[in-house]
C-alpha cells in the first residue's frame, strides 16, 4: 500500500475544518483563512481562539475554522472583540474583516479599538470593493475603478481617494503592529503570514494591537479572469497601497 | 442588614449592577444618566472588573455583545437617543441569545429633546426597539430601592432567558437621591453560562453563537424558539395594586409618573374619592391578566403619562374585550407634579 516510505509533509490545519468554502475561483479568501488556521496550529492558540466574524463574503468563516466564534454587525467587530477580550483576557480574540466592513461602516470601531490599545488580532482583507453584495464601491476601491455604485469608475472630485487603512492605523498608540501584505504570489504569501504571526504576538506576548492588511481579488466582481484579478493586484493595488511593516514596537516592548 | 446610604437613582442602578456580579460595563457620557459610567469608572475597577468609555453609545452596545457571548454579566447605560443608536446590537443579541442587561434613563424626545424626564420610549423599549420580531424584559422602577432591586433581578433574568433586559428609568429617577439598603444577593458563580458560552474549544466542538439562519425553515425555527421563550417569560409578571379593590377608577401609569400618581390618589381617596392604582413594574411581559380581571369587575380606567399615549395602548388591548381606557398626558419637556393629575382623574371619575 502507499503508506510504507512515505512521510506526510504536508496536510490541513487541524484549525481548517474539511469543508468546500463557497468562495468564488481565485478568491483569496481561501489563502488568507489557511493562513490563519496554520498560525492557530503553530502557536496553539485553536482551543483558547475566539473569532469575531464580520459581515461580508467571509460571514461564513465560522464554518471553515475550527474555534469559537460569534457574529458581529457590519463594522463592529473590533468593538465586539474589545467586549470578548475584556470579559476573557485569557482568550486569543481576533477579528476577520473585508474592506467595507472595516474601512467604511466600521471606521470608528477600529480606529478606537486601535488607538486604545485592546489586545485583539485584526485580519483586513482589502479587495476594493463590497462583494457579497454584489461588487459596491468601497473606500479602498481606486480611481477610474469600475463599480456597481461608480460605474463610470471612482472619481477623486465626487468620491475622493482611496483610504490606506494600515497608515491610518499605524499613526495610532495603542497599535504594537501594523503592516500591508498581499496574497498573489507564493513570496508575498510567505510575507503575509509572517506579518499576521508578529500581529497574533502582540496579543499573545501582551503588547498592543495588531493589525494585518491582506491585498486580495475578487474576479467576479472586478470581472475579471481569476489569473487577471491576480495580476492586477501587484500591478494596480500594490503601487497603491504599498506592501510592508508600517509600525513595529514588538522588539521594544509594545505599545502601551 | 446594611445601613442605608443616600444615593441617586442611578447610583442605585450602578451598585445593584456590581451587587450582582456585573464584572464590564461599557458606557458613554449622555444627559442624565453621567453618574452610572462615572461611578463605574472606578468602582468597577476597584472590584476587579472592567470599565470601557466607548467612542459611541452603538461601540458600547456591541462591546456588550461581545462580553455576553462569553456568558460574562455586562451592563450599559444610556438615554434615549442614545438608546436608539444600541438597537442594532440589541435585535443582534436578542437574536442570538445574547445575555445582556440595558439601563435607558429616558429623556425628552424626539431628537434631541430635553435633558429632563419622559415616558416617550415605552413603545421602544416594548416593542422590541430594533428591528425583527423580538421582545425585551423591560423593567420600570419607580424608586431608588426599586432600581437597586430590579438591577440585581435583570441579571439573573439575563441569563435565564439569553435575552437582554431593560430597565426603564428617567431623569427623575437618575437624578433623584434617596435612602437605599444596598443588600448583597447570592451570585452565581463560574459556571454560569458554561454549557453555551465562548470559552475556547477546548475538549469540546467549537461553538457559534449568530443570528444569520439561511438554510430553508431555519429563521422560522429560530423565531420560533423566540417566541416560546417569551412566552415563558410570562411568568415574570410583576405589578402594584394600591387602592384598588373598592375602586370605580383605575389609574394605570409606570415608573416615576406611577409614583406621583400615587400620592394623587392618596390624596383623592383622602377626601372620600374611589380611586386606585394600577402600576405595571414589568412593561414586557405586560401585567394584562389583573387588568382584564378589574375590567370585568366593572371598573373604569385612565391612564396617565410622560409622553402623548403609548402605555394606553397596551391597556386598551388588555382590557379590549370588555372596557375602555381614557389617557391624559404630562407633555414631555414639562414636569409632573400630583396637583395636576387631580383634575383628569377627578374629571374621569364624574364620568365623562
Redesign the interface.
Known sequence: MSNMNEKLVFDRPESVIDRPTHYCPGCHHGVAHRLVGELLDEMQL?????L??SIGCS?FL?NYL????????HG?AP??????????SD??VFTYQGDGDLASIGM??I??AAN?GERIAVVFVNNTVYGMTGGQMAPTTLVGQKTTTCPGGRCREREGMPIKMTEIISQLGGVAFAARGSLDSVKNIRTAKKYLRKAFECQTNNLGFGFVELLSACPTNWKMTPVKANERIGEEMIPYFPLGVYKDLTEEGGAC | MADKIFIKGNEAVARGALAAGCKCFFGYPITPQNDIPEFMSQAIVDAGGEFVQAESEVAAANMLLGAGATGVRSMTSSSSPGISLKQEAISYMAGSGIPAVVVNMNRGGPGLGDIGPAQGDYYQSTRGGGHGDYRLLVYAPATGQEAYDLTVKAFDMAFKYRNPVLILGDAILGQMKEPIDPWQPEIPGDEEGADWRLDGALNREKRLIKSLFLEEGALAGQNQYLQAKYESMQGEIEYETFETEDAELIVCAYGSIGRIAKTAVRKLRKAGHKVGLFRPITLYPFPAAPLLEMAKAGKRFLTVEHNLGQMVDDVRLSIRTVADSEFFAIYPGNLPTPDEFEEPILKCLEGK
Open positions: 485553536r482551543e483558547k481562539a475566539l469575531i466574524g460571514v465560522y475550527n474555534v469559537d466564534a460569534v457574529e458581529a454587525p463592529r468593538a465586539v472583540a474589545t467586549g470578548a477580550k475584556r470579559a476573557r482568550k486569543f470608528a470601531e480606529i478606537h486604545r
